[in-house]
């Protein structure tokens, strides 16, 4: 069955750390990976990989997928109060099917 | 990228009514989908709304429950049939767009409580 596991769960830092979030999937017929912020309803979105070894960034944001260990980080440097949201992973195969994980719940800490 | 409308935005709902969520895409779309979020969890997916036929469903979700309308590439309905406390949650439109490679955006949500 396919799957998405996200962790840690939650998380809790100060201002200026960085963070690591990790996803890791078992996704038939992969096609790419989301990831999302969410903060109060609906999620924003924030990369789509397609492809192992090429980091996207944007700002203080990075992420990069790894195919062969079936695996993305979403990096977040020096964090701000306004980064605290769930960041969630997601999978899409092929024949369009999405998979979410369980999100991350990033508190950053004045 | 797309705009998405979603409305209500809020509702207070009484055990046994339904509720009829309204989904609006300022572009045509191929894609639409709708997914429930519950308290302190992930999204998932409760159909794929194709226009001109019937919605496809997720496995724990059936038509008479979430029935679902989509007359046109712009614009699609779900309906939260019966509700019960458990039907309380936030409901969120998406659609994907191929020129985006596919990207799901998704609207504002409608966020039921159900008393």
């Known amino acids: 069955e396919d799957k998405v596991v996200q962790s840690p769960l939650s998380l809790v830092v100060h201002e200026g750390d960085t963070v690591t979030l990790n996803c890791s999937y078992e996704v038939t017929n992969f096609r790419s990976l989301l990831w999302y912020k969410q903060e109060k309803k609906a999620p924003t979105f924030l990369f789509m990989l397609?492809?192992?070894?090429i980091e996207k960034k944007s700002g203080r944001l990075s992420s990069i997928l790894d195919k062969k260990e079936l695996f993305s980080i979403l990096n977040i440097t020096a964090t701000q109060t306004g980064d605290s949201a769930v960041y969630l992973c997601?999978?899409?195969?092929?024949?369009?099917?999405?998979?979410f994980g369980a999100g991350t719940r990033l508190t950053v800490k004045p | 990228s797309a705009v998405i409308s979603q409305k209500p935005s809020r509702d207070i709902c009484q055990r046994g009514t339904s509720l009829t969520i309204q989904c609006q895409v300022d572009s045509q779309v191929t894609m639409m989908f709708w997914y429930r979020q519950q308290p302190g969890q992930s999204l998932t997916l409760i159909a794929t709304a194709n226009q001109g036929s019937e919605a496809t469903y997720e496995s724990g979700f059936v038509i008479d429950k979430f029935p679902i309308s989509r007359p046109n590439l712009t614009f699609s309905t779900l309906t939260v049939s019966n509700m019960s406390p458990e039907d309380s949650s936030i409901y969120l439109c998406?659609?994907?767009?191929?020129?985006?490679?596919?990207?799901?955006?998704f609207g504002e949500g409608s966020w039921l409580t159900v008393v």
């Open positions: 998406s659609v994907g767009t191929p020129n985006s490679g596919n990207t799901i955006y």
């Open positions: 397609t492809s192992s070894g």
């Open positions: 997601a999978v899409v195969a092929n024949n369009n099917d999405m998979r």
